[in-house]
């Protein structure tokens, strides 16, 4: 069997996953493997030549490469991605191209494109290779190896070779499987091993619930030692998802009768079944059973993990030769993170000479058009042109797709295409929509803009990031004026500490939020300060100074503007600045912050006044800590909704105190503003 005869499957099955064309895939493995004979391609089964860039997290191995550069070619090394299987190489380099959303931005021209010669020439511009050649080089291959013929079976849709649902799941995580388990529910329910596993599964699924205690087993007399009555209850009260991972069997073995039962209990949901690499004397009766189960139950997987890790015992395993290292432990997430992948995309296989061979199960033999929705024949994709033009994210000119990953029932074609269409004809416009006034937003705001939001109608205010849909005005009463704003992202917990930490977090990306409001422009000003950008009663003036880089466009104007938790006073405030403040430099009083902190931006302008630069930044009231004497007279005080300049009625229930212009009492004593903010702090 010749090297392309061996691959051009899975090149086949990576136009219909991610639309990297056939032609393309082999000519590239072809060139860079030597056709799988190169030390990377035969030892390391890497065709392609990726490297290892920060966000792999696969085996890597360094060899010497040549690269080019001004000078020409020069010897240099670099980390490559080591795989598994030349299969593992074949999907991974399918999925590389829009696996992260900087790859699917900058190879924006590669995928999806049908004429080879325009997809090898735009594999180089990208970036892809340094090679100078590179792109006639592919055209080469493909001309003189007759490669096209793969992209015409590919677009006429000619199915992979199809086999049975594949049960037994887990394995290295690949790039793939890491970003697409992001769209699972899950729940885990496990012994021991589980409470160390839990915390490295933290953040890998869309939602994620747990019960995980040592000595658990699938049944016991003891209510919270039993596997099967946690299910009832998670299952009992919401908080079973769509997934089940169980890990449990380390303890004592398991019998049909109890898995049949537990299956039962998790309904139509999918349950993966880890088995155990701990040294007992029943682990590989409790894996015969969980395979068992697997095929019995369509909807229960088995995860081998004894098979997966044996090779690492040594390295995964502690010294009772019970319970994992650290390193154990990070592995065994991730074969479980693989084994979520592969029970929640359906995947079929079949046995080939390189060795297993996946793809999805989807609607490429059909050609679909409905109105709005179309879903060309060899693409698993029904796409809405109109409602994502209307909805989805700009980046510069380009619009992003919204996605989402369908998962159905059934292995008919023709009824995943039906129930993907009443999918997303339920589904065309957002799920959410916010009325709010009008002057929360900039002036210059306009229909389908996307950015931050400032409710202040709740308090703390709610921050809300959203997409402009409808601009509502009356020229009679100005409070009518509102936006409707949708896809929106709301940030109200109930619990205070949360809202902080919420905040503090929105805080570190606003002024990417803001610079969206501002059509994009990109902020390379730089904001400094002449006092600091902290003021307090001993620091209670700064001056900020706006530098702009060489690089920029010089501007003819400046306009400054703050935001702050009082919309209100920022309008009036900015109305000042607006008809007094035209330079790159601003001077700011203690008075000019409102509360803890304000955001004060400075828009530099050309000569016909379009934004050319940004520069945002925070100035903060500083609190000092207040002596062990103060806090013991004040201790058990309230302070609610406090605001400098406004009258709080009590604290202690009896020593009422006012904030005036002259001065702050308490019980007859006088406080200066500093100690009054401390105050503050400490009863929070």
């Known amino acids: 069997m010749t090297f392309i005869s061996k691959v051009k499957q899975g090149a086949i099955n990576g136009w219909h996953t991610h639309q990297i064309l056939p032609s393309i895939s082999i000519a590239q493995a072809i060139l860079e493997s030597a056709s799988g004979a190169s030390p990377l391609g035969a030892k390391y089964n890497n065709l392609f030549g990726?490297?290892?860039?920060?966000?792999?997290?696969?085996?890597?191995?360094?060899l010497p490469t040549r690269d080019y550069g001004a000078n020409g070619s020069y010897q240099t090394n670099a980390n490559f991605r080591w795989y598994d299987s030349w299969n593992d190489s074949m999907l991974d380099h399918a999925a590389f191209f829009t696996n992260t959303p900087w790859?699917?931005?900058?190879?924006?021209?590669?995928?999806?494109?049908?004429?080879?010669?325009?997809?090898?020439?735009?594999?180089?511009?990208?970036?892809?290779?340094?090679?100078?050649?590179?792109?006639?080089?592919?055209?080469?291959?493909?001309?003189?190896?007759?490669?096209?013929?793969?992209?015409?079976?590919?677009?006429n849709g000619q199915p992979s070779n199809v086999g049975v649902i594949k049960k037994t799941v887990g394995g290295t995580l690949t790039e793939l499987a890491k970003s697409a388990v992001k769209q699972y529910d899950v729940t885990l329910i496990g012994d021991s091993l589980g409470v160390g596993t839990q915390p490295k599964l933290a953040g890998a699924f869309k939602s994620f619930t747990h019960d995980v205690l040592g000595s658990r087993q699938i049944t016991h007399a003891t209510n919270s030692l039993n596997g099967t009555y946690v299910l009832q209850s998670l299952k009992d009260y919401g908080q079973l998802k769509d997934i089940v991972v169980v890990i449990l069997g380390t303890n004592r073995g398991v019998t049909d009768t109890e898995i049949d039962n537990f299956v039962a209990i998790a309904g139509n949901r999918k349950v993966?079944?880890?088995?155990?690499?701990?040294?007992?004397?029943?682990?590989?009766?409790?894996?015969?059973?969980?395979?068992?189960?697997?095929?019995?139950?369509?909807?229960?997987?088995?995860?081998?993990?004894?098979?997966?890790?044996?090779?690492?015992?040594?390295?995964?395993?502690?010294?009772?030769?019970?319970?994992?290292?650290?390193e154990g432990y990070q592995a065994h997430a991730n074969f479980i993170k693989m084994a979520v992948y592969e029970a929640g995309v359906g995947v079929k296989t079949t046995s080939g000479t390189i060795g297993?061979?996946?793809?999805?199960?989807?609607?490429?033999?059909?050609?679909?058009?409905?109105?709005?929705?179309?879903?060309?024949?060899?693409?698993?994709?029904?796409?809405n042109h109109p409602a994502n033009e209307l909805w989805g994210s700009k980046t510069g000119e380009r619009v992003i797709w919204i996605e989402s990953i369908l998962e159905v029932d059934s292995d008919d074609p023709q009824f995943i295409l039906e129930t993907a269409v009443k999918v997303m004809?339920?589904?065309?416009?957002?799920?959410?929509?916010?009325?709010?006034?009008?002057?929360?937003?900039?002036?210059?705001?306009?229909?389908?803009?996307?950015?931050?939001?400032?409710?202040?109608?709740?308090?703390?205010p709610l921050y809300i990031h959203a997409r402009v849909l409808e601009i509502i005005t009356s020229e009679t009463d100005i409070n009518a004026n509102k936006a409707v704003i949708g896809n929106v992202t709301e940030v109200f917990p109930a619990d205070k500490s949360d809202i902080k930490l919420i905040q503090a977090e929105l805080k570190k990306t606003r002024t990417e939020l803001m610079g969206e409001w501002r059509q994009s422009i990109e902020t390379t000003a730089v904001m400094s300060a002449t006092n600091g950008f902290i003021l307090s009663d001993y620091i209670q003036e700064t001056q900020l100074v706006v530098s702009i880089p060489s690089?920029?466009?010089?501007?003819?104007?400046?306009?400054?503007?703050?935001?702050?938790?009082?919309?209100?006073?920022?309008?009036?405030?900015?109305?000042?600045?607006?008809?007094?403040?035209?330079?790159?430099?601003?001077?700011?009083?203690?008075?000019?912050?409102?509360?803890?902190?304000?955001?004060?931006?400075?828009?530099?302008?050309?000569?016909?006044?379009?934004?050319?630069?940004?520069?945002?930044?925070?100035?903060?009231?500083?609190?000092?800590?207040?002596?062990?004497?103060?806090?013991?007279?004040?201790?058990?005080?309230?302070?609610?909704?406090?605001?400098?300049g406004e009258v709080v009625t009590e604290i202690n229930n009896n020593n009422a105190f006012n904030i005036t212009n002259n001065g702050i009492s308490i019980g007859g004593v006088e406080l200066t503003s500093v100690q009054l903010h401390q105050l503050l702090e400490l009863l929070n």
């Open 551 to 644: 690089t920029s466009q010089m501007p003819a104007y400046y306009t400054w503007e703050r935001v702050s938790e009082d919309s209100i006073a920022d309008r009036e405030f900015n109305d000042i600045l607006e008809n007094t403040e035209e330079t790159n430099r601003l001077t700011l009083y203690l008075k000019d912050v409102v509360g803890d902190e304000s955001m004060f931006i400075c828009i530099a302008l050309d000569t016909k006044r379009k934004v050319i630069n940004i520069a945002t930044t925070m100035v903060r009231y500083q609190l000092q800590g207040l002596s062990e004497a103060d806090k013991s007279e004040i201790q058990n005080g309230t302070v609610n909704n406090l605001k400098r």
């Open 356 to 383: 297993t061979l996946t793809e999805y199960i989807g609607i490429e033999d059909i050609d679909y058009k409905g109105g709005n929705l179309v879903s060309p024949k060899g693409e698993s994709v029904i796409y």
């Open 272 to 326: 993966i079944f880890v088995d155990t690499n701990s040294n007992v004397a029943h682990r590989q009766s409790v894996s015969d059973a969980y395979r068992r189960a697997s095929e019995r139950h369509n909807n229960a997987y088995f995860a081998n993990w004894m098979a997966h890790s044996s090779s690492l015992r040594s390295r995964y395993f502690g010294s009772d030769d019970i319970h994992m290292t650290n």
């Open 425 to 460: 004809k339920e589904n065309g416009q957002p799920a959410a929509q916010y009325v709010v006034d009008l002057a929360e937003l900039p002036d210059d705001v306009s229909i389908g803009e996307w950015g931050l939001v400032l409710d202040h109608e709740f308090n703390p």
């Open 50 to 62: 990726i490297k290892a860039s920060e966000d792999w997290t696969g085996k890597v191995i360094n």
């Open 103 to 155: 790859r699917e931005i900058n190879y924006a021209a590669v995928v999806g494109e049908k004429d080879y010669k325009k997809a090898a020439q735009a594999l180089q511009s990208a970036g892809y290779a340094t090679d100078p050649q590179y792109a006639t080089k592919l055209i080469q291959r493909i001309e003189q190896n007759n490669l096209t013929q793969y992209d015409t079976e590919a677009f």
